[in-house]
């Protein structure tokens, strides 16, 4: 057994995600956790609410609300949604709990006691307009790499540079949209991270296993240019962590807030303090995952995020965690993922365009969006999303393959045997040949998962589905039951016992219908089938079952065009 710890990118708080946002960290994170635990590892799968900054506070403003109540009503959204995905987090956390202030504010002391933290008098941009200077993520303007014309003022979307508010070109203010802006001094505290380059850059020339996505990331942020800069870490904002050394006040630092970057991965901690605060566990509870100095040293880290945030876990966060010089855990491996687009374009809030995660759930179960986003996850480039190739995978993989294999066979036992598995007859040439099918493909399935290789495993799954509807139709149970019928019992008692097997190894893809699956075999047996043959045995004659309902229906071209109609967004103005 192995402890392994998981975190996915925490999503802003200003609004519902799309489906980009889901398949790009928390839906396969979830997958990897439910993996881990069928294997029988110690798992601990963190996630929360990124709820400082600029986002909150101009997504407040445009909902008329307190930004800590807007922040309280997004979050109970969000989590509503997470469980509606069945994301199995053990705790889905706030970046704005009392444990992350305090957290955060324990860091900011430690690396000012390491000399990593400076006092910077900068320039920054003031909106006469809106009366107060404009952090970052309040300006808008061209990208000076790209010609993006929406790059924000810390980072572009678009190439992914980082960038200061004052390299936009034509910048305006994010709130009024105001250009009549000036630049004025303000004091700010700086992250010194080009003091960290020498070990940031041997930590991650050590990380030979990563995603070739993840280390190019972060080596062109190392390089590139300037190579690594020192970071920003207080904005003029109202809301947020203020900024204190430990539990002590900085001067000069009064009415200033972290800024969002620097208290958003530390949340990670924090949320799993929250975890065992909400538990009432020890404090040992929560450091024996984050110490290494109370336990962590064995630990697995595993993070998962789209390429956009990967410079800001490779070497931010991670300097902030080497700068402390207290022995906390740092990520062992870095899934990140390119983006999903949709339909010819790309997702877009403003124009509508798109399917989120509530009208996603509206329109059909959770199981049948995890299979088509998981089987397509943007790993090695970019993927698509088109309701064509959703309907095709939906109607093909789930309903085709794997609910019709379930339907004919419980079907058929149920006109010849009764609801219970048949006795009679033994296993011959073809059941082994079916076994040592099943136990190949079992083997390179879990290699996949163990590898993060989401859509090769996804592959695989369908293979195994689709060895055991070959197996039944070559068989054909309905025509040897005429003249053998202890031949068809055999056959039959093989297949029942297969809509177990595939119901525990389904699982962390689809868990509703894996639920489903093992209701209706009426059986709690979930564990992981390491000996085929045995597994295949499970469920012994005379054992009980019911016929299920349908498990996954087919998606109609009429629902298909409807639906694209539906959420092809508006054109913008221009």
Known sequence: MARILITSAIPYINGIKHLGNLVGSQLPADLYARYMRARGHEVMFICATDEHGTPAELAAAKAGKPVAEYCAEMWQVQKDLSDGFRLSFDHFGRSSSPQNRKLTQHFAGKLAENGLIEEVTEKQVYSNADGRFLPDRYIEGTCPNCGYDKARGDQCENCTKQLDPTDLIEPRSAISGSTDLEVRETKHLYLRQSLLKDKLDEWIDSKTDWPILTTSIARKWLHDGDGLRDRGITRDLDWGVPVKKGDQDWPGMEGKVFYVWFDAPIEY????????????????????????????????????????????????????????????????????????????????????????????????????????????????????????????????????????????????????????????????????????????????????????????????????????????????????????????????????????????????????????????????????????????????????FTVPEVTFRKITDEEREDWQARFAGQRSAA
């Open 269 to 544: 901690i924090a949320a799993t303090k929250e975890w065992a605060d909400a538990h009432g566990q020890p404090d040992a509870d929560w450091q024996r995952w984050w110490r290494t100095d109370k336990g962590a040293d064995d630990v697995r880290y595993v993070q998962f995020m789209g390429k956009d945030n990967v410079p800001f876990h490779t070497l931010s966060f991670p300097a902030t965690i080497m700068g402390s010089g207290e022995p906390w855990k740092l990520v062992d491996y870095i899934k990140s993922f390119n983006y999903l687009n949709y339909d010819g374009g790309q997702f877009s809030t403003s124009q509508g365009r798109g399917v989120f995660m509530d009208k996603a759930l509206s329109i059909l179960p959770a199981d049948y969006w995890r299979w088509w986003l998981l089987s397509h996850a943007p790993e090695n480039s970019d993927s698509e999303f088109t309701w064509e190739n959703f309907q095709t995978s939906v109607n093909k993989d789930l309903a085709d393959v794997l609910g019709n294999f379930l339907s004919r066979i419980t079907k058929f036992c149920r006109s010849k045997f009764g609801e219970a598995v048949p006795d009679g007859g033994s296993y011959a040439t073809e059941e082994q040949g079916l076994i040592d099918r099943l136990t190949s493909g079992l083997r390179t399935y879990e290699e996949h998962m163990e590898a993060m290789e989401i859509r090769k495993a996804a592959t695989e799954l369908r293979a195994l589905w689709a060895a055991g509807n070959e197996y039944l139709q070559a068989a054909a149970p309905w025509t040897v039951f005429k003249t053998d019928p202890d031949r068809a019992a055999a056959i039959t008692r093989l297949s029942l016992n297969l809509i177990r097997f595939y119901a525990v190894i389904s699982r962390p893809f689809i868990p509703d219908a894996s639920a489903a699956m093992m209701a209706a075999m009426r059986t709690g047996d979930d564990s992981w089938p390491e000996d085929v043959a045995k597994a295949l045995a499970a469920l012994p004659p005379g054992h009980a």
